[in-house]
């Protein structure tokens, strides 16, 4: 039973334009919402966060939208630049521990 | 400053054999977290401490797998009688108390004969 889903395996962007990426979840009891970025061969870097009382939050390229209603998170990057290539993880936080989706690999396309 | 580090970076071991994978956390981090990750998934959580003590170890596996941190800094993911589904990459996080960010180190890939 997964409680974070990110239905999209794979996403391939071209440089320069908008890259979105989609994380549902199931357990309404989940307050904090983040997402991490994973190289090969590294751990996961955190990039961004959202506290589920807001519904937005930016960060110079990178900004996660919340919509609670709908279960349904969404970051986007823009402009989408060749270092970006990596796996995406959606995390939703329930007290301390997290719970991670199965990520999403974005690749930018030069 | 130093990140989350951990060792081995890649352990090779037979099925039966013991384990232990250490930590070492973001100096002043007070909550330190583990998490397994399988090919193909997300991580998963093990266990979290706070402090010296294990605060909710609702997701190790079994009975086989168990962890310290005796002195509130390091720690110690152990792992008893490994079986080949025990296979995967063992992440370490902290994070400066409960509830903050969670900062990952780079994992140690196990691999079990």
């Known amino acids: 039973d997964q409680q974070v889903k990110q239905n999209s395996p794979s996403l391939s962007v071209q440089e320069g334009r908008i890259s979105i990426l989609n994380c549902d979840y199931t357990n309404s009891m989940f307050d904090y919402f983040l997402w991490y970025k994973k190289y090969p061969a590294e751990g996961p870097t955190f990039l961004i966060s959202i506290s589920s009382i807001k519904d937005k939050n930016e960060d110079g390229r990178f900004t996660v939208f919340l919509n609670k209603s709908a279960k349904h998170l969404s970051l986007h990057i823009v402009p989408s630049q060749p270092g970006d290539s990596a796996v995406y993880f959606c995390?939703?936080?329930?007290?301390?521990?997290?719970?991670f989706g199965t990520g999403t690999r974005l690749t930018i396309i030069p | 400053g130093a990140g989350v580090s951990q060792t081995p970076s890649n352990k090779v071991t037979e099925k039966g054999k013991y384990v232990e994978l250490r930590c070492d956390p973001i100096?002043?981090?007070?909550?330190l977290y583990w998490y397994r990750q399988s090919l193909g998934q997300g991580p998963e959580f093990l266990i979290y401490f706070q402090g010296t003590g294990a605060a909710d170890d609702s997701g190790l596996p079994n009975d086989r797998f168990f962890a310290v941190r005796p002195e509130g800094s390091v720690s110690t993911l152990k792992i008893q009688r490994t079986e080949r589904g025990d296979s995967a990459v063992y992440l370490c996080?902290?994070?400066?108390?409960?509830?903050?960010?969670?900062?990952f180190g780079p994992g140690t890939r196990l691999l079990v004969l």
């Open positions: 996080a902290s994070s400066f108390t409960l509830g903050e960010t969670q900062y």
């Open positions: 995390a939703a936080s329930e007290i301390e521990k997290l719970t």
């Open positions: 100096s002043g981090h007070t909550a």
